[in-house]
């Protein structure tokens, strides 16, 4: 079982519409959670970077927010544009013993916007 | 300023051979990490180096290395190349390691790996 979930894989909306994209781990201990957008044959663009006492981090029109203790982000996208049609990937890092650090993806939730 | 350069773009090798891989990072920055992109396995952490050490590593084989030169530029290399490592193989630079918790990563185009 992957230890990064995020749902749904994959979602369909209008343009102009908000949604929002869910990312559950396991994996601890937690030392930050990023979102990234990544479009298609491109390398992702960091959307957002929280660490593991804040809450909420914005960016434009993207909203992550963190609950640390339920082990749950979420990524909302408000006013969706066509552009925003992308796989959008949550990475948490997590140490290990020993020290090392290591970030663990999710699948990703793949977006198209429709006019 | 100039973005992550990673060389070359596309790249087809036979199984058994070895493979070399570039990556620039944004200038000062001194933090390089490698991922491999699969539709399989998705995004996977290979490792990381800082200031020309491996700070960071995924769960990788032998197989898989790297290094990071005085300039901060970084090669991967691949030996004994398998069917299984076709794959997008991104690279990332950021100013800070990984582990310093909000760094921005900023990751390159890719190289396109065909292994036949």
């Known amino acids: 079982k992957n230890q990064v979930e995020q749902s749904p894989q994959s979602l369909i909306i209008l343009e102009g519409k908000n949604c929002t994209l869910q990312c559950n781990y396991t994996v601890s201990p937690f030392s930050n959670l990023r979102w990234y957008k990544q479009d298609t044959g491109r390398g992702p663009v960091s959307l957002t970077i929280m660490t593991f006492s804040e809450n909420t981090k914005s960016n434009g029109r993207y909203t992550a927010t963190l609950d640390a203790d339920t082990k749950q982000s979420s990524l909302h996208i408000t006013a969706s544009q066509l552009s925003d049609s992308a796989s959008y990937i949550c990475v948490v890092g997590v140490f290990l013993s020993g020290g090392s650090y290591i970030p663990t993806f999710g699948r990703g939730t793949s977006l198209i916007v429709h006019p | 300023k100039a973005g992550v350069t990673q060389t070359p773009r596309y790249l087809i090798k036979t199984r058994g051979q070895q493979v070399t891989l570039s990556c620039s990072p944004i200038?000062?920055?001194?933090?390089v990490s490698w991922y491999q992109q699969t539709p399989g396995q998705g995004l996977q952490f290979l490792f990381e180096?800082?200031?020309?050490?491996?700070?960071n590593k995924g769960n990788f084989p032998g197989r898989f290395s790297g290094r990071q030169f005085s300039n901060s530029r970084s090669e991967m290399n691949v030996s004994t190349l398998e069917l299984g490592d076709s794959a997008l193989y991104l690279c990332?630079?950021?100013?800070?390691?990984?582990?310093?918790?909000?760094?921005?990563?900023?990751f390159g185009p890719g190289t396109r790996l065909t292994v036949t």
């Open positions: 990332a630079s950021s100013l800070g390691p990984l582990a310093g918790g909000s760094y921005e990563q900023y």
């Open positions: 180096y800082f200031s020309e050490t491996q700070r």
């Open positions: 200038s000062g920055h001194r933090s």
